[in-house]
């Protein structure tokens, strides 16, 4: 790949969305020590693997300020990112913890919290640029799309039909501009509970990514 920047696109000041911006000064307001602003990506600046996630939680990244800190959904992600060699700890339990990830970022489809978790449409169009600006200037090989959305929001920034590459736990998608697009089930609370997604079935996908990271 060639040499691209090595700060993606990111406005913490971002008000594009109306409901999305009035929610978190609603939020900041109830919660006055939660971040509660566009969440920024977290990582290394040039990547080989890149994680993008739905959007941040009310409790986790909404209150920490970094991506998957602070609530369920990242316990398991930190604990493979660790045991894969990706991140220097377990665990991620602040901003300022202290934890670094190596040669991997994680970045979300959606950068603001959303009403119940659940972003409209719009909304994650208006947040695709972001996600296209750090696709290309990361220049990261492999691409981990965390659920469905995550998935869409990839595609769609790349400009590629949703129906040529679909989604599917475990699937790989060889991509037209060289990156590798690895799907896993979301690793939420309810996915984990319920056993959609097991520990096992989301280390295998780490297992994936690594061996295409090692042996390209």
Not at 14 to 31: A, K
Not at 122 to 148: D, F, H, K, W
Not at 173 to 186: A, I, K, M, R, T
Request: proline share 8%; net charge negative.
């Amino acid at each position: 790949m060639t040499s691209l920047p090595t700060q993606p696109e990111f406005d913490i000041d971002c008000r594009d969305c109306p409901r999305l911006s009035d929610f978190l000064d609603q939020v900041g307001e109830q919660y006055p020590d939660y971040f509660a602003r566009p969440v920024p990506p977290f990582g290394s600046a040039q990547p080989r693997l890149l994680i993008v996630g739905l959007a941040p939680g009310m409790h986790g990244a909404n209150r920490t300020g970094r991506p998957f800190t602070g609530d369920h959904a990242g316990v398991p992600l930190y604990e493979m990112l660790h045991e894969f060699g990706f991140a220097t700890a377990a665990a991620s339990e602040a901003s300022d913890d202290g934890l670094e990830l190596i040669d991997a970022r994680i970045t979300n489809a959606v950068k603001c919290l959303p009403p119940q978790n659940k972003p409209t449409g719009v909304e994650i169009r208006n947040c695709n640029r972001y996600l296209l600006a750090e696709l290309n200037a990361t220049g990261a090989s492999v691409v981990m799309a965390l659920g469905r959305i995550a998935h869409e929001a990839t595609l769609r920034a790349l400009g590629l039909r949703l129906k040529d590459w679909p989604f599917a736990h475990a699937a790989q998608h060889e991509l037209p501009n060289g990156q590798v697009l690895v799907d896993s089930y979301h690793c939420s609370r309810y996915n984990l509970n319920t056993r959609r997604l097991t520990l096992p079935m989301f280390r295998d996908v780490f297992q994936r990514c690594r061996d295409l990271l090692d042996n390209p």
